[in-house]
T-cell receptor
């Protein structure tokens, strides 16, 4: 089945610094979703990427899907304390299933 | 309702007892998913439904676990003869879903199961 590796597992940054997390797969992905989970909370949907080379922005967040559709990244510009949490990438298990396979996540800590 | 509702929020049970976890999805959402999440890990897929049909149960750990969604709305995840290793956060999610894979999941707040 589909599996992804997220790096880094943890990241500590000073408020105002940038942050990037990477999601890598050994196989081609049909699409990929990103979720954010605040400490003590539940995963919240951020975005879905479908097309090769796709780039989407949400305010300070930039999401990319690789040309080969085997990797994806989330970049946060000028982090704020509200960005604290764990970010998960989650591709669909295959092109014809609704189930998502979640990565192990990248936990971001932001020092004020 | 406005969101995905799970009950109970917390459940402590003795080893060997059966438990039933309930999920009430967003009204009109076709797809309903069950995941299990250990501390510090990503959600682990258990099973999912489109309407009342169970589409995939490949993530259920063993035959003590079962799930149903008889009327295509509320779902119940049942764990029989609970064991300590079953202790985890059990999360339900729903999506507009169906055959269209373009929708994100909305997760509930989860049920924290502790088997003592």
């Amino acid at each position: 089945g589909q599996q992804v590796m997220q790096i880094p597992q943890y990241q500590h940054v000073q408020e105002g610094e940038d942050f990037t997390t990477y999601c890598n797969s050994s196989t081609t992905l049909s699409n990929i979703q990103w979720y954010k989970q605040r400490p003590g909370g539940h995963p919240v949907f951020l975005i879905q990427l479908v097309k090769s080379g796709e780039v989407k922005k949400q305010k300070r967040l930039t999401f990319q899907f690789g040309e080969a559709k085997k990797n994806s990244s989330l970049h946060i510009t000028a982090t704020q304390t509200t960005d604290v949490g764990t970010y998960f990438c989650a591709p669909h298990g295959s092109s014809n299933t609704g189930k998502l396979i979640f990565g192990q996540g990248t936990t971001l800590q932001v020092k004020p | 309702g406005a969101g995905v509702s799970q009950s109970p929020r917390y459940k402590v049970t003795k080893r060997g007892q059966d438990v039933a976890l309930r999920c009430d999805p967003i009204s009109g959402h076709v797809s309903l998913y069950w995941y299990r999440q250990a501390l510090g890990q990503g959600p682990e897929f258990l099973t999912y439904f489109n309407y009342e049909a169970q589409q995939d149960k490949s993530g259920l750990p063993n035959d003590r676990f079962s799930a149903e969604r008889p009327e295509g709305s509320i779902s119940t995840l049942t764990i029989q003869r609970t064991e300590q290793r079953d202790s985890a956060m059990y999360r339900c999610a729903s999506s507009l879903g169906g055959t269209d894979l373009l929708y994100g999941y909305t997760f509930g707040s989860g049920t924290r199961l502790t088997v003592v």
